[in-house]
């Protein structure tokens, strides 16, 4: 399996890019506005969106991307798997015909260009030999990670979170655990706000790892451009024992 970044920032400007990572050439983890870099052909070959969540900065080139090349793909829908909350969030909030045309619907309701598959927590799916599980988040909005496994490595992709006992009895368990990407949106003088918005900041972080049994490659995703270098500062101070990097736009993993 080859994980492509197209977007791991918090925000957008420059050459920042809200979250997406693109999974071998037909699979999107998030598809936040770095899918908007691929071409018309690439974002045609893709066949599978796994949502964490329902946040725009996650979701935002969902509607684009189907309108984009919903017709160029022979009747064959884009399949978005997410939760049975998160889906009902975008049914009722993004492709409502109000905000979005129901592509769900067109050109009609047996022939769409999009459909809905719903995903529940420590069901995997099998895509050609990839497995991609759900793993427990918390978020402000119902929300999930995944845990991705070629069968010889696994990488795991938290999504938002903050604070999550659930979640770690469950990555312990990942014998062939390779890479863990984990966020921390915000440095610790906002740390209040990272408790209401339900994300991680360095001392969060540092706890959350210290649960960590395992020895994985850590990769800090979705900071915030206004302090992205502090942030890395305070990681880096906080965070004893390993030596977490920051996600890089277009980095690529192979596992």
Known sequence: MKLR??????????????????????????????????????????????????HMDHAASIPFMV?????????????????????????????????WPDFSQIPNAKNPMLRYETVALGGTV??????????????????????????????????DTTTNDALWPKVNKIANLKYLIIESALSDRERKLAVVSRHLCPSLLAGELAKLKRS??????????RESELIMEEI????????????????????
Not at 20 to 38: F, M, P, R
Not at 76 to 99: G, M, S, V
Not at 129 to 149: C, Q, S
């Open 67 to 99: 309108d984009t090349v919903g017709w160029m793909r022979d009747k064959k829908p884009l399949t978005l798997h997410a939760t049975q909350e998160t889906l009902k969030i975008i049914k009722d909030h993004l492709f409502n015909w109000k905000l």
């Open 5 to 54: 970044v197209l977007g791991c920032s918090g925000g957008i400007g420059g050459d920042l890019r809200t979250t997406s990572l693109l999974l071998d050439h037909d699979i999107l983890i998030d598809a936040g506005t770095g899918v908007g870099d691929l071409s018309i052909n690439e974002m045609a070959q893709i066949d599978h969106v796994f949502l964490t969540h329902s």
């Open 216 to 225: 994985p490659e850590i990769f800090i995703t979705h900071l915030k451009p």
């Open 236 to 255: 880096a101070v906080k965070v004893r024992g390993r030596r977490p990097r920051m996600l890089q736009n277009n980095q690529v993993f192979e596992f």
């Open 126 to 159: 099998a895509l050609n030999g990839r497995r991609i599980t759900p793993l427990p988040a918390n978020h402000v909005v119902p929300a999930v990670g995944y845990h991705l496994d070629s069968g010889k490595a696994s990488l795991v992709f938290t999504g």
